[in-house]
């Protein structure tokens, strides 16, 4: 009689069999695992080593210091606020764009006050369908040095 914890020895026996009967379908089969785990494994070391050890992209290419904007929308809260603020510590000057005039500048005086950058706010809702709007936020930025949006 049989057990569950026979079980794992009964299947490396049966795959074992096949590998003996069958060489080169197994070894084909064996090849393809490994090149799999291997491919994984790399993958895995990648994401980590980008992730946790190596460094940032240097934010200096895309003119942080120098005078160049980023562009934020949803930046009175939230991720966007904090986005806001990240690059402002970078060095960009900040464009922002959110519905409520009054969060928009509480949020530009604290980073100008904080961070030492130029801000600009502009006041739009992106879920209407206003033509004008946009043709407005866009001339808003017209003269504006963008290289973060």
């Known amino acids: 009689m049989a057990t ?22 197994a070894s084909g089969l064996a090849l393809i695992g490994g ?3 291997l491919s994984f494994g ?27 904007w980023a562009v934020v929308t949803g930046a009175t809260d939230g991720i966007g ?3 806001a603020m990240q690059l ?4 960009f000057n900040v464009f ?8 928009l500048a509480a949020v530009a005086a604290e980073i100008e006050a904080q961070y030492k950058v130029i801000t600009k706010t502009h006041t739009i809702d992106f879920s209407s369908r206003d033509d004008a709007a ?6 808003s930025l017209k003269n504006l040095n963008v290289t973060v949006l």
Do not use: I, M
Request: charged content about 20%; overall charge positive.
């Open 88 to 91: 402002a510590k970078a060095g």
């Open 134 to 139: 946009y043709v407005s936020l866009g001339d």
């Open 96 to 103: 922002l764009a959110s519905r409520s005039p009054e969060k």
């Open 35 to 37: 090149l799999w785990a």
């Open 81 to 83: 606020r904090e986005f």
């Open 42 to 68: 790399l993958n895995f070391l990648r994401f980590f080593f980008q992730t946790f050890l190596l460094p940032g992209t240097s934010l200096s290419k895309y003119g942080a210091k120098k005078g160049a």
């Open 4 to 25: 569950w914890l026979s079980y794992p020895a009964t299947l490396v026996n049966r795959g074992l069999s096949l590998c003996h009967d069958y060489p080169t379908p």
